[in-house]
T-cell receptor, first 115, second 114 residues
Framework: GNSVTQMEGPVTLSEEAFLTINCTYT??????LFWYVQYPGEGLQLLLK?????DKGSNKGFEATYRKETTSFHLEKGSVQVSDSAVYFC??????????????FGKGTLLTVNP | NAGVTQTPKFQVLKTGQSMTLQCAQD?????MSWYRQDPGMGLRLIHY???????DQGEVPNGYNVSRSTTEDFPLRLLSAAPSQTSVYFC?????????????FGPGTRLTVT
């Protein structure tokens, strides 16, 4: 079945540090890949997505590239801010049609950014 | 648009009690789903629906029932609450006929079963 593995947290960084959160996946076919963010006390929000190999998703200074050869979708940001403190989830959705609307999530990575 | 709304925000139940978690969306999305979030477990799919009158089980359906009588509403029923159902519950929806595949999440319901 489909699965997503992301680096375990928590991750603690100082403001303006470089961020990488690793994510690898297992799936048949060509899944779509996502990063969702959950701020304290809130639901999940889509941060960025990529729907085919070599696509780069980007939003709010975050980037991730869909690497089919390494089955990875690592999240990066060049300079984090205190407001980026949140839980980050990597997820995949396999194809389209039928029951393939379901998202499979990683376990989440808690990021804390200190001033 | 209000998006995806969930009620209540917090609930405490005693073991054996029943209750319904409400979820509604005003975006005319065909797909709706329920997840539970537990520490160190990520989000796990409980039940989902691809349209009114159509529901199916997800990864962890035991102890939960759902129905979908309208496009807008997708309530989750706990028939006999157990401490193992203490969790944060999220409802999500998405359109089917789109290439974006984004799911929109509600703010969550924090449930404690004592």
């Amino acid at each position: 079945g489909n699965s997503v593995t992301q680096m375990e947290g928590p991750v603690t960084l100082s403001e303006e540090a470089f961020l990488t959160i690793n994510c690898t996946y297992t799936a048949t076919g060509y899944p779509s890949l996502f990063w969702y963010v959950q701020y304290p006390g809130e639901g999940l929000q889509l941060l960025l997505k990529a729907t085919k190999a070599d696509d780069k998703g980007s939003n709010k200074g975050f980037e991730a590239t869909y690497r089919k050869e390494t089955t990875s979708f690592h999240l990066e940001k060049g300079s984090v801010q205190v407001s980026d403190s949140a839980v980050y989830f990597c997820a995949l959705r396999k194809g389209s049609g039928g029951s393939n609307y379901k998202l499979t999530f990683g376990k989440g990575t808690l990021l804390t950014v200190n001033p | 648009n209000a998006g995806v709304t969930q009620t209540p925000k917090f609930q405490v139940l005693k073991t054996g009690q029943s209750m319904t978690l409400q979820c509604a969306q005003d975006m005319n999305h065909e797909y709706m789903s329920w997840y539970r979030q537990d520490p160190g477990m990520g989000l796990r799919l409980i039940h989902y629906s691809v349209g009114a009158g159509i529901t199916d089980q997800g990864e962890v359906p035991n102890g939960y029932n759902v129905s979908r009588s309208t496009t807008e509403d997708f309530p989750l029923r706990l028939l006999s609450a157990a401490p193992s159902q203490t969790s944060v519950y999220f409802c999500a929806s998405s359109p089917i006929q789109t290439s974006s595949y984004e799911q929109y999440f509600g703010p969550g319901t924090r449930l404690t079963v004592t």
